[in-house]
């Protein structure tokens, strides 16, 4: 079992930065991939970044690359994405999820999500 607990969301201009973190708890986080997901109002869930369960591999969504970077904190359980230069259509609520399948899912365990808010 895996729980996952997303914090760092707010509100912020066009253009800035946030920190988003995800913290696990379980004994087995060590052998799950990490994703970021978002779901925008009246939109469909989307893929925005993954990294591996080793931090050796990362995965971004075309239109975040670049912008965002995830990363890992093995000794915190903690996986970040960091976001930059944000823009309106980054709004969305962001949800970490874990898998033991490296980007193809599915994805097991799912937090509670993070509003983001990007004003123009």
């Known amino acids: 079992q895996v729980q996952l607990v997303e914090s760092g969301g707010g509100l912020v201009q066009a253009g800035g930065s946030l920190r988003l973190s995800c913290a696990a708890t379980?004994?087995?986080?060590?052998?799950?991939?990490i994703g970021w997901f978002r779901q925008a109002p009246g939109k469909e869930r989307e893929f925005v970044a993954a990294?591996?369960?080793?931090?050796?591999?990362?995965y971004y969504l075309d239109s975040v690359e670049g912008r965002f970077t995830i990363s890992g904190d093995n000794a915190k359980n903690t996986v970040y994405l960091q976001m930059n230069s944000l823009k309106p259509e980054d709004t969305a609520v962001y949800y970490c999820?874990?898998?033991?399948?490296?980007?193809?899912?599915?994805?097991?365990?799912w937090g509670q999500g993070t509003q983001v808010t990007v004003s123009s």
């Open positions: 999820a874990a898998t033991r399948t490296w980007l193809q899912g599915p994805y097991d365990y």
């Open positions: 379980g004994r087995t986080f060590s052998n799950y991939h």
């Open positions: 990294i591996s369960r080793r931090g050796s591999s990362t």
